[in-house]
T-cell receptor, first 114, second 114 residues
Framework: AQSVTQLDSQVPVFEEAPVELRCNYS??????LFWYVQYPNQGLQLLLK??????LVESINGFEAEFNKSQTSFHLRKPSVHISDTAEYFC????????????FGKGTRLSVIA | ETGVTQSPTHLIKTRGQQVTLRCSSQ?????VSWYQQALGQGPQFIFQ???????GRGNFPPRFSGLQFPNYSSELNVNALELDDSALYLC?????????????FGPGTRLTVL
C-alpha cells in the first residue's frame, strides 16, 4: 500500500523568504509523485509532477521539487514566496503516471505574511 | 479554470437521507474519478469510471455508488447518510489513453450532514 506523510500541517513564512514543504512517501512499487495546490473555495490544481527522468522538477510559477529515492522524499521548495502563494499544498503518490488513483497527504497550509 | 464543473456547490442533508452529486467532465475526457476530502484531510479516492464502467474503487462502503453517462458526465450517490460523510467531494476528469493522462479537478461540492 502507498502512503504520504506531510510533516508540517502549517507553515507561516514572510513574503520574499524561502520555503520548503516536506513530503515523504512509502510505496512497494514504482512511484509517481505530484504536488497539488488548493486555493480557498477552489478545487485542486496540479503544481508539478515527477514521472521519470530528472529528479528535479519545476513549475511555471517558481516552485521546484526534488525526488529523492533513498530518502523517499519529494520536498517542495520556492526561493522567494509571494502573498499569492498562500494556499493548501498536497503531496500525492500514485502507481501509474496517468489517471491512476492518487493517494494524498493531509496537506500543508502555507501562509505568507506581508 | 479546468472546464470541470460540479453541482451543487453546497448541500445540507440530514442523517439517513440520500444525496446525488453531479460532475461534468472537461470536453473530450472519458474518465471520471471521485474523491472525498474531509475537513483537515487530504482527498481520498472513492472510485473511478471509464467509459461508463467502474474502473477501480477505494475503501468506501457500497452505499457510495456512481454512474457515468454516455456524454461522460458522472454522478456520485450516497445512501443512508452519516455525519462522517460531511466533506468536500471532488471529481476529476481525464482522457485515458495510456501514458501520462492528467487529472483535472472540479471545484467540489461541500456536503454537510446534520
Amino acid at each position: 500500500a502507498q502512503s504520504v506523510t506531510q510533516l508540517d500541517s502549517q507553515v507561516p513564512v514572510f513574503e520574499e523568504a524561502p520555503v520548503e514543504l516536506r513530503c515523504n512517501y512509502s510505496s512497494s512499487v514504482s512511484v509517481y509523485l505530484f504536488w497539488y495546490v488548493q486555493y480557498p473555495n477552489q478545487g485542486l490544481q496540479l503544481l508539478l509532477k515527477y514521472l521519470s527522468g530528472s529528479t528535479l522538477v519545476e513549475s511555471i510559477n517558481g516552485f521546484e521539487a526534488e525526488f529523492n529515492k533513498s530518502q523517499t522524499s519529494f520536498h517542495l521548495r520556492k526561493p522567494s514566496v509571494h502573498i499569492s502563494d498562500t494556499a493548501e499544498y498536497f503531496c500525492a503518490v500514485s502507481e501509474g503516471p496517468g489517471d491512476t488513483p492518487l493517494v494524498f497527504g493531509k496537506g500543508t497550509r502555507l501562509s505568507v505574511i506581508a | 479554470e479546468t472546464g470541470v464543473t460540479q453541482s451543487p456547490t453546497h448541500l445540507i442533508k440530514t442523517r439517513g437521507q440520500q444525496v446525488t452529486l453531479r460532475c461534468s467532465s472537461q470536453s473530450g475526457h472519458n474518465t471520471v474519478s471521485w474523491y472525498q476530502q474531509a475537513l483537515g484531510q487530504g482527498p481520498q479516492f472513492i472510485f473511478q469510471y471509464y467509459r461508463e464502467e467502474e474502473n477501480g474503487r477505494g475503501n468506501f462502503p457500497p452505499r457510495f455508488s456512481g454512474l457515468q453517462f454516455p456524454n461522460y458526465s458522472s454522478e456520485l450517490n450516497v445512501n443512508a447518510l452519516e455525519l462522517d460523510d460531511s466533506a468536500l467531494y471532488l471529481c476529476a476528469s481525464s482522457l485515458s489513453a495510456g501514458g501520462t493522462a492528467r487529472q483535472y479537478f472540479g471545484p467540489g461540492t461541500r456536503l454537510t450532514v446534520l
